[in-house]
């Protein structure tokens, strides 16, 4: 958010922030499956220290750099950074209590990201319009002490790797995609991965044209994070009576139909409506989505799927903000959310037919 509206500040159009919603993809996309493998062969904590690290720096660059280059080169590296500490915390989740668990333990990491979700945009919208830019992201930067320190002054905070055993010489990423169920997995994350960014990165575009400002774009966004949050204490309940890949299908559709409803509102409270119901789509899948993909991966690989799911969802990273970048600079706002929606729904019934075979 900090990110698409300061590059609207400096006077950069859709495509413009569309290339910088796509450097966040760039670099997961070929080193996340390194990520995931150093995070099973050494345990989360150092490849998380790593990312918290990278995060913290990446977000102090336009500060102390002012201006759309070093907006991209922060771009970039959150991106990097980021996936190595996500692509640690999906490896080693799944395994903590064995798994019984498992769809309660994502279900808590997702809660968290939630929580993050509804606080970050509320801060960052205040910090805007009342700090400036450039402080905002000396905010968000200083954040990132705070999980440092802890996991480097307490090593035996975080669990060691989740899952272990198994020979793993020959073994190849192309295995683990050419496993029918795993591979229906990983593209229905990405799918929900590509409408959850097209949301972050689109809406704030969206409502700098209907001139909301930073706060209440901030608020929305932070409405969508709640239900992602209320959908996810919910989870462990639900999906024992209804089954991971179902609810993973009802996520899908869910959202294919609130994106259909954005363009139909300007009132920020119909917007923050419609927000919330996208929340409750995508904030059920992805849960699920990481839940399946741990089950269904090789024992010692949990890791290294993780960085194959990351791997999809950075393709869709990659393309999709530059896609509707220039849709939405070519024919504006609606043909946007409309599209996105059928590409959901073809998405879902995709799932739909695949899950009852």
């Given at each position: 958010m900090v990110m698409s509206l300061y590059a609207l500040e400096l006077g950069a159009n859709p495509f413009a922030i569309g290339v910088l919603m796509a450097l966040f993809a760039i670099c997961p996309l070929f080193f996340a499956i390194y990520a995931g493998r150093l995070a099973d062969r050494l345990g989360p904590r150092v490849p998380m220290m790593v990312g918290t690290a990278g995060m913290g720096a990446a977000l102090a660059l336009p500060p102390l750099f002012p201006g759309l280059t070093a907006l991209y080169v922060s771009a970039l590296l959150t991106g990097s950074a980021f996936h190595f500490f996500f692509v640690s915390v999906h490896g080693t989740a799944g395994g903590v209590g064995g798994p019984e668990h498992r769809a309660r333990n994502y279900s808590l990491v997702s809660l968290g990201f939630s929580a993050a979700g509804l606080i970050g945009p509320f801060t960052a919208g205040l910090s805007i319009d009342h700090l400036g830019h450039l402080k905002a992201f000396t905010l968000l930067a200083s954040c990132t002490a705070?999980?440092?320190l802890l996991m480097w002054l307490k090593p035996g905070f975080l669990p060691k790797a989740a899952k272990s055993g198994g020979d793993k010489s020959g073994q190849r990423v192309l295995d683990l995609w050419r496993m029918p169920k795993l591979r229906g997995a990983f593209i229905a994350s990405g799918i929900l991965s590509a409408a959850w960014d097209l949301f972050q990165f689109y809406f704030p575009i969206y409502g700098h044209s209907l001139g909301l400002s930073a706060s209440v774009i901030g608020i929305v966004l932070s409405t969508?994070?709640?239900a992602t949050f209320i959908v996810r204490l919910i989870l462990p309940a639900?999906?024992?009576?209804?089954?991971?890949a179902r609810i993973l299908i009802y996520g899908v559709f869910i959202a294919a139909f609130s994106f259909v409803l954005f363009p139909l509102f300007a009132n920020p409270w119909l917007l923050a409506g419609a927000a919330f119901v996208l929340g409750l789509g995508v904030g059920s899948g992805q849960p699920m989505?990481?839940?399946?993909?741990?089950?269904?991966?090789p024992p010692g690989r949990s890791s290294e799927a993780a960085g194959v799911r990351v791997m999809v969802n950075n393709v869709a990273h990659l393309f999709i903000p530059l896609f509707f970048g220039s849709v939405g600079t070519a024919f504006g706002f609606a043909p946007v959310f409309v599209s996105n929606a059928f590409m959901l729904a073809g998405g879902g019934l995709f799932m739909q037919r695949r899950h009852r075979m």
């Open positions: 705070v999980p440092f969508f994070a709640l639900w999906a024992k009576r209804s089954g991971e989505s990481m839940s399946l993909i741990y089950a269904l991966s």
